[in-house]
């Protein structure tokens, strides 16, 4: 009636059973997420600069690299050239977002220098916005 099956399944069915796949670890998985969050988060930064330059954003961003650069093992984050032309209220609010992905999965892990980068930044975007209420205005 049925035909018995004939190859080796693709999961591991059995505990304790080596498979032919590497896996990772959750600690792996979550550096993993970390370090693209904060990449985001860098390029980012990297378009505010472009179109409002500033010492607090200069040194948010070499923060930025140095912790993508710790969670990828040492490799530096590709950066490419922002574009000069954007809505820097829009930049804002995404970069607020990216931040507070980045503090939730720090949280997680337990990376404190990433949690206190993520809310300072999550801070400094949020001033940012309230500083001019005509950025507020077009969301």
Same mark, same amino acid.
């Not at 200069?58 to 490799?75: H, I, K, P």
């Given at each position: ?37 904060? %990449? !985001?988060?860098? #390029?980012? @930064? ?9 010492? =607090?954003?200069? $040194? *948010? /961003? ?43 999965? %720090? !949280?997680?892990? #337990?990376? @404190? ?9 999550? =801070?400094?975007? $949020? *001033? /940012? ?11």
């Amino acid at each position: 009636m049925y035909e018995p099956i004939r190859t080796k399944s693709v999961h591991s069915t059995m505990a304790g059973t080596a498979s032919d796949f590497p896996h990772r670890s959750r600690e792996e998985e979550l550096d993993i997420q970390l370090a693209g969050h904060l %990449a !985001a988060l860098l #390029a980012v @930064t990297d378009e505010l600069r472009a179109l409002t330059p500033s010492p =607090d954003l200069d $040194t *948010a /961003a070499e923060r930025l690299a140095a912790q993508v650069a710790r969670l990828r093992g040492g490799r530096t984050p590709l950066r490419a050239a922002p574009a000069a032309a954007g809505d820097p209220a829009a930049l804002h609010r995404r970069a607020h977002a990216l931040a507070g992905r980045a503090l939730v999965v %720090a !949280a997680s892990r #337990a990376d @404190t220098a990433v949690a206190i980068l993520s809310a300072e930044r999550m =801070d400094a975007h $949020t *001033a /940012a916005l309230s500083a001019d209420p005509k950025e507020l205005s077009t969301a």
